[in-house]
């Protein structure tokens, strides 16, 4: 857990709002159950319960197979709609979910950190849930090493700063185009990820697969190049 949200040190003066926000960001962040969103929020019980199921109804937060609360279709529509390329980013990772049977995402950069801005998951088995507007630190995972390699030097120097991946890996990730993670993240989690390039040759995003090491940790050929063409069709 990266952050407690207690509603009273950041009030609008409309508690209402405060502790809807406080909700919406701590499930940003990861699934919750609703112990979790309790303790992430600082809220009582009944309101953060309160709160959790009305957005649901709403559709802006959803659950997962566990019970989870996480963001729902309502915000990613909205997204959706205010900023057409993510459409795209959501159509890439549903085709690349279907073509390798893994968890599928797309990430940017944001304040230090990467977030996910498209997700997609297999319909059963082992998956690797990460949901859209979740917040996931640039120092582990493999979206993390493609969005770091091509950064100027004096950026790349900060965020390797207790990285898990080394100034060594992330020319190696320049040189073949995509990267590699084993359980850097997560243990037991593996993922590939490739650059989303702009015209001026700076990565906008990283496209990723995410599943069990058992699978990712020799990424098939088939794999790789359908990674790839996710990522060449967002350029």
Known sequence: MRH???????????????????????????????????????????????????????????????????????????SSGADPWLARAQQAVLRLRDHTGESAQVYRRANGDRVCVASAEPPSGLRDT??????LTMRA?????????????????SVLRGAAYTAAHLT??????????????EPGVASISAPVLGSDGLVVAAVSISGPIERLATPSVAQRRHLLAAATSLA
């Open 172 to 185: 190696d990730v320049r040189r073949r185009g995509w990267a590699q993670s084993l359980g850097q993240r």
């Open 141 to 157: 995972g493999s979206a993390a090493q493609v969005l770091a390699a091509w950064l100027p030097a004096d950026e790349r120097t």
């Open 4 to 78: 407690q949200y207690q509603c009273v040190d950041k009030s609008s003066g409309v508690g209402v709002v405060d502790k809807t926000v406080a909700v919406l960001s701590a499930v940003s962040e990861s699934p919750r159950s609703l112990a979790e969103l309790v303790a992430a929020t600082g809220l009582p019980r009944p309101t953060a319960h309160r709160l959790a199921v009305a957005l649901e109804h709403h559709g802006v937060l959803d659950r997962d197979d566990d019970g989870r609360f996480i963001l729902g279709p309502t915000l990613t529509g909205w």
């Open 130 to 135: 990460v949901p859209v507007g979740a917040v």
